[in-house]
């Protein structure tokens, strides 16, 4: 019942703590210097040159896609590899079913590779 | 120890899918619109692990991977359909995609 | 537990495993060929679908389980199987013109068609939830990227947007139903839904019915039934002719298919609890997909409002729920795929180069510049309107009669005046054809092979089974 969430209270409980706790300490002893070089994002270092908000190349979320088209697929092995030793002896069905889901995974990938999907122009 | 009762857990997916659709209804964002829609199969997902484990009855887990498979191919068409609209619009504001109208 | 599977089983996805199997193939097949061997993948597609067709006789008669109640083989598999392929094959062909006439590549297009297809199949057969979730999704994300095809068009990929979203949204719905079945179930496969129905008929669990509910907002957007018709209209518009008509047809038949399947023949013990909504929201979609067609100005959204005013006619045959539900409905599918293949196959030679001539005004003196077509359109016009000899006649009779056996005297009453409001706006395009001057005199569209041929089997279909109704309603009982 709802005793069981009292642990998960406790951590964000201690969560809020440590994390408000960091927040207002760093106001209470932190020294107050404010000048132009304090200010700037690196002190003691390469002057920043532009907005650090800049928008990322359209690739990497082509590139995030097809990772994740390919990764996802991987979680159909999961289920298949906890079966197999038992299924294999009712014969060799099972290990062809995933060839096949494999060989079909594959023809994807050859696609995109021809398609150009690999290239960063 | 007792285990959670399954009332929770429904009516925490619930909640997260009410948001969803809430989300999918105000935003104007195209990809917070997806993301929300997301926000939906996820909270569907975990209506369907709850139900497998009071029932104890794996065919839910079995969905769930076809939900998550699904879901990642629909993120792969949508954000390309999503990137092509920003190539050509530079916007991907649902409010100033209206060409079509009747 | 046994896995063995036999051959039982995979003949019963045979058209299935063909068809994934071509769409894979010419997949790759496609970026490694010449330009010049590019034209020839459409053809191809169609040689995998005439194969598909083949060995979808070898269903004929059939009736069993497949694949551990996952795949039911049955006469309604194989007319749904017949259906879906004929359609893809005739959008196959609307396309063989269509790269050329656009300036685009068309690549991925016919795997992406075949993929679709596919889908639709895997819903028309499907006995378990799962099946039917898997052959949506599978039709869906295939339509989603081929109605943003022209993807240098605003409209088309705004129609890719809008559909996509709208999809998505109906499938988190879909799935939320699926869920809560599957939670009062305890299983989603159709059998188990039906006995636990069987127990529980007078006093089924609420979140079934919530389910249930939820299923109907799901199904509803895939078939574009009025309040979840928003998209339609601008993602049929948008998209490219081909897609259109293949959307128009498919997706609608394969939505029905999954309606026909789950409520028709798994819930029909609680058919008191969902016959009065249907009947609501059959009678909303047949008046506002008509009322709102009469003011389009665009021959594809004057079709896209007419497509949801014939989603509402097909409701009607689900809302009768009685033994003539299901060849009516049948019935009235391979009507609308003849006549509205036909129509869009003439809107798709009018439009000519780019789309750019698809208001209805660029119809007007056709019947002077190509008399042939314009004999054509004015054909598939009628039957939609629903006049006799043409199949639509005998499509709405069949489903109107099927409401009146079962005593839904208004909901028949209210289809007929819905027939001939949209008389209007059908005769609309015919009036323009032969009795107006052409905008533009000179100009005769071309009628590629592949185009006419689609034409002609819609003509020729629209009469034999309107003047001979019985040889095709023979086969669905």
């Not at chain 3, 069993?64 to 893809?88: E, G, H, K, P, S």
């Not at chain 3, 014939?310 to 391979?334: E, K, Q, R, S, W």
Request: hydrophobic share 60%.
């Amino acid at each position: 019942m709802l005793v069981e969430y009292i642990p998960i209270l406790v951590i964000l409980a201690m969560a809020l703590i440590v994390a408000a706790g960091i927040l207002v300490l760093t106001h209470i002893v932190n020294p107050r210097i404010r000048n132009p070089i304090k200010l700037t994002t690196y002190e003691s270092g390469i002057e920043p040159q532009m907005e650090a908000r800049l928008r990322y190349p359209i690739r990497f979320y082509v590139v995030a896609m097809m990772f994740i088209l390919f990764d996802v697929e991987v979680i159909f092995m999961y289920p298949w590899a906890v079966v197999y030793k038992q299924f294999l002896s009712q014969g060799w069905f099972i290990f062809w079913e995933m060839i096949i889901f494999l060989a079909i995974l594959f023809a994807g990938y050859i696609y995109l590779y021809r398609r150009g999907g690999f290239q960063w122009e | 120890m007792p285990a959670v009762p399954i009332s929770h857990f429904l009516i925490l997916s619930a909640v997260l899918f009410s948001l969803g659709v809430l989300g999918v209804i105000i935003r104007r964002n195209a990809i917070v619109i997806f993301m929300c829609i997301e926000l939906m199969l996820n909270a569907v997902n975990l209506t369907f692990l709850a139900f497998s484990n009071y029932l104890n009855n794996v065919e839910g887990q079995i969905f769930v991977f076809m939900v998550m498979v699904v879901a990642a191919a629909e993120v792969a068409v949508g954000l390309a359909i999503i990137v092509a609209i920003f190539r050509l619009r530079e916007t991907v504001h649902v409010d100033e995609i209206k060409l079509l109208k009747w | 537990m046994n896995v063995n599977l036999t051959g039982a089983d995979f003949l019963g996805i045979l058209p299935i495993i063909i068809l994934s199997g071509f769409g894979v193939v010419l997949m790759v097949l496609s970026v490694f060929s010449q330009r010049f061997h590019r034209m020839t993948i459409p053809y191809l597609g169609v040689v995998g679908i005439i194969l598909a067709l083949i060995s979808n006789f070898f269903l004929i008669g059939k009736d069993y389980l497949a694949f551990q109640n996952m795949v039911r083989v049955d006469w309604l598999t194989v007319a749904f199987n017949f259906i879906f392929l004929v359609t893809a094959g005739l959008s196959l062909l609307l396309t063989t013109s269509y790269s050329e006439q656009e300036h685009i590549e068309f690549i991925e297009f016919t795997p992406l068609l075949l993929f679709s297809t596919v889908g639709m199949m895997l819903m028309g057969s499907a006995q378990n939830l799962m099946m039917i979730f898997l052959g949506l999704e599978t039709m869906s994300i295939a339509l989603y990227v081929m109605a943003g095809f022209r993807r240098n068009h605003r409209e088309s990929l705004e129609a890719a947007l809008k559909y996509f979203l709208l999809g998505a949204f109906a499938t988190g719905f879909l799935l939320y139903g699926i869920a809560l079945i599957y939670g009062v179930v305890g299983s989603t496969s159709f059998t188990a839904i039906a006995q636990y129905l069987n127990k529980n008929a007078l006093s089924p669990d609420l979140l079934f019915l919530v389910g249930t509910g939820l299923l109907i907002v799901g199904f509803g957007f895939k078939v574009a039934l009025v309040p979840f018709h928003m998209w339609t209209p601008d993602v049929y518009q948008g998209s490219p002719m081909p897609v259109t008509a293949y959307m128009a047809v498919g997706a609608k038949a394969a939505g029905f298919a999954a309606i026909v399947r789950f409520f028709t023949l798994s819930a029909a013990q609680i058919a008191y609890q969902w016959v009065d909504v249907l009947w609501i929201l059959a009678v909303l979609t047949m008046t506002v997909g008509n009322v709102l067609a009469l003011v389009q100005k665009d021959i594809k959204r004057m079709l896209a409002y007419s497509s949801i005013a014939h989603a509402g006619y097909l409701l009607v045959g689900i809302v009768a729920d009685n033994d003539l539900t299901v060849p009516a409905v049948m019935f009235y599918l391979v009507a609308y795929l003849l006549m509205n293949l036909g129509a869009f196959a003439i809107a798709l030679i009018v439009s000519g180069n780019q789309e750019r001539r698809t208001r209805i005004e660029y119809f007007k003196g056709l019947a002077e510049t190509q008399p042939m077509l314009a004999l054509a359109m004015a054909i598939c016009m009628v039957s939609l309107a629903g006049f006799p000899p043409t199949i639509g006649f005998m499509g709405k009779f069949y489903l109107f009669s099927a409401a009146l056996y079962s005593g839904y005297v208004w909901l028949a009453i209210i289809g007929v005046i819905n027939s001939l409001i949209s008389v209007y706006y059908y005769i609309g395009v015919v009036v323009a054809m032969y009795m107006h001057k052409p905008v533009d005199e000179r100009r005769i569209e071309q009628v590629v092979p592949g185009v006419g041929l689609v034409v002609l089997v819609a003509v020729v279909g629209i009469f034999i089974f309107g003047i001979f109704p019985g040889s095709l309603a023979g086969l669905f009982g």
